[in-house]
T-cell receptor, first 119, second 113 residues
């Protein structure tokens, strides 16, 4: 249980194009999903928090117009990197938190990540 | 400022050589401490969550413990397949319904046969 699917696993695109990354919770409902970015040999940095049906909350320094997040349902959140540039190349990882009462609701389950390379 | 520090940065063990990884934290409003395992090019895999000092959790060769200032991940008789980066994260309540995870930089564990 608690499987989070992220697609695509890898994408290579030209500078200026937009890329959409999907994050799905396969066997549970997630009221909250998170988007992280990870640089080589560094830890995960939270980019934004998305709650189903409402606008995402972005961390300081993250451009909301460049990283568009949509959380249309309890099982799907998308991250769109708009007008991607080489400096946006990174490993993007989503996570989902189970909609459940009690302590179990605090656990975040992660997708496998998306390696974005912008040429 | 909320902070999570993991040590050592890297650890090389012989198969069967037990050791411990450390995660120290200074945060306000701790809601929980989490251990994840991350393989190269993959997302983190959930291992344990600890909520109060004195709590312990075990899974196969791994055992996690928690005090008010730090957590240890003990690895007993490790095998090569235990090689991975182990991430520690604390969940902090900044108010409202959303609790964030603050990650440490991880410990890269290599277990040699």
């Amino acid at each position: 249980g608690a499987v989070v699917s992220q697609h695509p696993s890898r994408v290579i695109c030209k500078s200026g194009t937009s890329v959409k990354i999907e994050c799905r919770s396969l066997d549970f409902q997630a009221t909250t999903m998170f988007w992280y970015r990870q640089f080589p040999k560094q830890s995960l940095m939270l980019m934004a928090t998305s709650n189903e049906g409402s606008k995402a909350t972005y961390e300081q320094g993250v451009e909301k117009d460049k990283f568009l997040i949509n959380h249309a349902s309890l099982t799907l959140s998308t991250l769109t990197v708009t007008s991607a540039h080489p400096e946006d190349s990174s490993f993007y990882i989503c996570s989902a938190r189970i909609s459940r009462t009690g302590l179990a609701k605090n656990i975040q389950y992660f997708g496998a990540g998306t390696r974005l390379s912008v040429l | 400022e909320d902070q999570v520090t993991q040590s050592p940065e890297a650890l090389r063990l012989q198969e069967g050589e037990s050791s411990s990884l450390n995660c120290s934290y200074t945060v306000s409003g701790l809601r929980g401490l989490f251990w994840y395992r991350q393989d190269p090019g993959k997302g983190p895999e959930f291992l344990f969550t600890l909520y109060s000092a004195g709590e312990e959790k075990e899974k196969e060769r791994l055992k996690a413990t928690l005090t008010k200032k730090e957590s240890f991940l003990h690895i007993t008789a490790p095998k090569p397949e235990d090689s991975a980066t182990y991430l520690c994260a604390v969940q902090v309540n900044y108010g409202g319904a959303t609790n964030k995870l603050i990650f440490g930089t991880g410990t890269l564990l290599a277990v040699q046969p």
